[in-house]
């Protein structure tokens, strides 16, 4: 009530009390025209309405079919934006309406007025903030594919081995929750039960989307197991997240990431007469991919046409994660982006035992019990913070655009 | 060895694990201990003393079933001679598509035929039922809705063969990895090999080959079986017209078995593939 009253007394533009998205901040309250007819986000979706009716003007009989099914499927990207601002229209003229009550000379009728009003304010803000925003980014193209997910041990040696263990266990337990299926395609163990580097495989929906922010250098802070002096030592593992194709019916999308050509295929160990002679399984292979000079070897399948799919795997992921990054750099030039354009080598997240916390540099979200994370359930808390950062990213371009 | 227990991961059993290792120490093939070996896309059963697939014949296997295609409607029918696993007839019923090949295994010993039975099921391969020499319809041998494999008991150099097998030429393609080791070689082969394999799948002239047609000057070179096939080729109209033959080769064999095919079966047109380890290792063969 108080509120309302205000707005509308305050002739100098009092600012609107602060609303969730960041895209409020500069808006300022107009006693007619109301707030929401001069946010940025509906400002750019009736461009884009402008731009639709525009396109439906343009279909008449003269032109051809190839054209008319040209705009018919531009048309179609803003299908949902259309109803949702139509939508948006008639909720806004209620308002409108509603307003006029707020004159009335009936105190009830005023009263229920400023009741609806604040109902209609509140939708009103349900759609800058919840509605608009997804429908003007562009649909994410990688939200099929799954995730290959390799991991390095790096500065820390067996310590780093075996935080490389834990986090591979994170990733896993986090895929379990997510309904994925997590494999561990190579794994290259150290004797105190480290593991020194390693292939997951993340099969399913979104799992390269959510999990393309873990690449990165991730540090952990604490005392080794084998650490005798009690010494806090810092060590890190690299993670670097691909994108995964599915094999089947692979032919057409691997034709465009690479050309068998350009592929040299190399049996790692010599098996003397061969054949027959010798039933040793030596199955190690190496691909490498010569235009980019990009080499994969696989060893840890038993069988030489296994290791050599899993190879294919391993590159073919190499390659499109290559081809999606360039298109990034690409599509934004000077805009710095969050996480696509992060370098590898760029630390991201560091795992403090001592303070029992795990803060994401990139966003500077910190988050306290680091088991909670290291079980999976919070690791999901940090990938939706950086995923909804993503998204604000994504809206910030499409706003410019 | 670590690796090797570790890639099996139903040994968990400490004793069991010791005793898998005791048994690898004396130099028993790891695919028997463990029991199965990767083929392709197929897990086959290994059980001594068959002779466990090679990563050389997995290879040349899955290059031929990309270089010919048979569909439902143009259907192919497949013999493989010295079967063994079964696995080079499964693998090609497994990749081609289905309803579009009718294989039939020969070996001349009865653990290999059970386990190539044992191995189609395994991999959901139909079973063929044997050849009933009763008055069928004409068309006896119409291809069924799936791909099928028929394991059949023979000695492929008894020169009634293709009549006590009561097999049905021509076919359309004919593979074998015929034992092909040399006598002075065997002596020299690994433990592994040697004492744990049946040598009827590895000794390229065996000690009766009294039964061979060819007791010539190569009979030590490990030849037997490619002149066998070679005749059975030429003498009972085995092979289709435009029909292949696919034949896995020993080291250092590839020109005597191109030779072979040349002047004993008619094949005037053979090339040479290479296995993955740059060695000659199987002569392909079109008969036009």
Redesign the interface.
């Known amino acids: 009530m108080f509120r309302v009253a205000c707005s509308r007394v305050s002739r100098a533009g009092l600012p609107q009390q602060s609303r969730p998205s960041r895209l409020w901040a500069s808006t300022i309250a107009h006693e007619n025209a109301g707030v929401w007819d001069v946010s940025p986000v509906v400002q750019v979706v009736r461009r884009k309405m402008e731009r639709r009716a525009e396109l439906q003007s343009q279909i008449s009989d003269t032109i051809s079919p190839a054209q008319h099914k040209q705009i018919m499927k531009q048309l179609t990207q803003t299908d949902r934006l259309s109803t949702a601002w139509e939508d948006w229209l008639k909720t806004r003229e209620c308002l409108r309406e509603t307003e006029t009550l707020l004159e009335d000379t009936d105190p009830t009728m005023r009263s229920l007025a400023e009741e609806e009003r604040e109902r209609l304010s509140t939708v009103l803000d349900g759609y800058l903030d919840k509605t608009f925003p997804p429908l003007l980014v562009p649909p994410s193209t990688t939200s099929h594919l799954s995730a290959m997910m390799e991991l390095k041990a790096g500065v820390g040696g067996s310590e780093s081995a075996l935080f490389l263990a834990e986090i591979m266990r994170m990733y896993t337990r986090l895929a379990n929750s997510m309904r994925w299926k997590a494999s561990i395609i190579a794994s290259n163990e150290t004797d105190n039960g480290g593991i020194k580097d390693a292939i997951l495989e993340i099969q399913g929906e979104k799992a390269y989307d959510m999990l393309r922010w873990e690449s990165g250098v991730h540090r952990v802070q604490r005392v080794p197991a084998t650490e005798a002096n009690g010494r806090v030592h810092t060590s890190t593992v690299a993670v670097v997240v691909l994108p995964l194709v599915e094999e089947r019916g692979s032919s057409g999308s691997d034709e465009d990431l690479f050309s068998m050509d350009d592929i040299r ?1 190399e ?1 790692m160990r ?2 003397g ?11 190690a292979v190496r691909l490498t991919h010569v235009p980019t000079g990009i080499t994969v070897s696989m060893q840890d ?6 290791n050599k799919r899993r190879a294919f795997q391993v590159l073919t992921a190499r390659l499109l994660d290559r081809k999606l990054s360039q298109e990034v750099v690409q599509r934004r030039d000077a805009r710095r982006n969050l996480v696509a354009s992060a370098d590898r080598s760029e630390k991201i997240r560091t795992y403090n035992y001592a303070q029992d916390r795990v803060t994401d540099h990139r966003v500077g979200f910190s988050l306290k019990n680091l088991d909670a994370v290291l079980e999976g359930d919070a690791l999901q808390e940090i990938i939706d913070v950086l995923s909804r950062k993503h998204q604000e990213d994504l809206l910030a371009e499409a706003m410019e655009s | 060895m670590k690796e090797a227990i570790s890639q099996n991961p139903k040994c968990n059993v400490n004793a069991e694990l010791s005793s898998m290792v005791a048994r690898r120490a004396q130099g028993e093939p790891l695919q028997y201990i463990l029991g199965t070996q990767p083929f392709g896309p197929l897990s086959l059963l290994t059980r001594q003393p068959v002779l466990i697939p090679r990563p050389e014949t997995e290879d040349w296997a899955i290059r031929l079933s990309q270089l010919i295609r048979p569909t439902p409607n143009r259907p192919l029918s497949l013999l493989d001679l010295c079967t063994g696993s079964g696995c080079i007839p499964l693998l090609l019923c497994h990749l081609w598509p289905q309803g579009s090949t009718r294989a039939v295994g020969v070996d001349i010993s009865q653990d290999a035929i059970n386990l190539a039975r044992d191995n189609a099921s395994r991999c959901h391969i139909q079973l063929a039922s044997p050849p009933s020499d009763s008055t069928t319809p004409s068309d006896s041998v119409a291809f069924p809705r799936k791909n099928t494999f028929l394991p059949l008991l023979a000695n492929i150099r008894d020169p009634s063969f293709v009549l006590t097998a009561g097999l049905r030429p021509p076919f359309d393609i004919i593979t074998s990895n015929p034992p092909y080791i040399p006598y002075s070689e065997y002596q020299n082969l690994p433990v592994s090999v040697k004492e744990y394999e049946d040598p009827r799948a590895l000794l390229g002239d065996p000690p009766d080959n009294s039964i061979s047609d060819h007791p010539s000057d190569d009979a030590r070179h490990g030849l037997s079986f490619y002149h066998c096939i070679a005749a059975l080729v030429s003498k009972h109209n085995l092979l289709a017209q435009g029909g292949v033959v696919v034949v896995e080769v020993g080291a250092g064999q590839s020109n005597d078995v191109q030779q072979i095919f040349h002047q004993e079966a008619g094949l005037k047109y053979t090339e040479v593939w290479k296995d993955p380890w740059e060695k000659d290792r199987v002569v392909f063969a079109r008969r036009y």
Not at chain 1, 273 to 283: I, L, W
């Open positions: 295929i049996v010599s098996r007469a061969g054949g027959q002679h010798v039933n040793k399984t030596e199955s399948e038993r069988s030489q046409h296994q």
